[in-house]
């Protein structure tokens, strides 16, 4: 059966190709490329962002560490929520340029707490 840490390196590996296809889909966006319509574009962040949900169920599962019992957790599920509206915003929802980039350094700023909640298991990452 497969490890907590392999679980855990699938998780740490699917945030960092995550945030890579963000920060590639945000650059293609403030170019106004074609590219970004690719198919492989669309489907892949999906498939990663799945995975990456999927496998912090299981370790939450396994950990017996809750969202909404653990505070760190809870901050990681509302940040996540913030990245997912933040990227809407910035790749497609964004009614103008200076909106839509506003929206994806906002997003990247939220990727950075979470990955420092994650690090530090404090939601309060500057105290
Ligand atoms: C964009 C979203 C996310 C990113 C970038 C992210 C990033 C990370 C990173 C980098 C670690 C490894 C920390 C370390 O040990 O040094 C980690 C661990 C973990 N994450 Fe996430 N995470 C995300 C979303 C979530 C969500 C939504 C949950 C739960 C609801 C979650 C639950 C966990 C758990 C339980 C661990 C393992 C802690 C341990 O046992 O060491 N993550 N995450």
């Known amino acids: 059966m497969i490890s907590y840490i392999a679980v855990k390196h699938i998780h740490v590996t699917c945030a960092a190709l995550s945030i890579s296809l963000f920060l590639l889909r945000g650059v293609l966006m403030l170019r106004h490329s074609a590219m970004l319509q690719q198919r492989w574009l669309k489907i892949t962040p999906h498939v990663v962002d799945t995975l990456l949900l999927a496998s912090a169920l299981t370790m ?25 509206v933040l990227g809407m915003i910035a ?37």
């Open 91 to 127: 790749l497609k929802r964004g009614k103008t340029a200076s909106i839509r980039l506003m929206a994806f350094i906002a997003a990247l700023l939220v990727f950075a707490y979470i990955v420092a909640v994650a690090i530090t298991r404090q939601a309060l990452v500057f105290s």
């Open 60 to 84: 939450v599962a396994w950990s017996a560490q809750y969202p909404f019992v653990q505070s760190w957790l809870t901050a990681k599920v509302l940040a996540l929520l913030a990245y997912i």
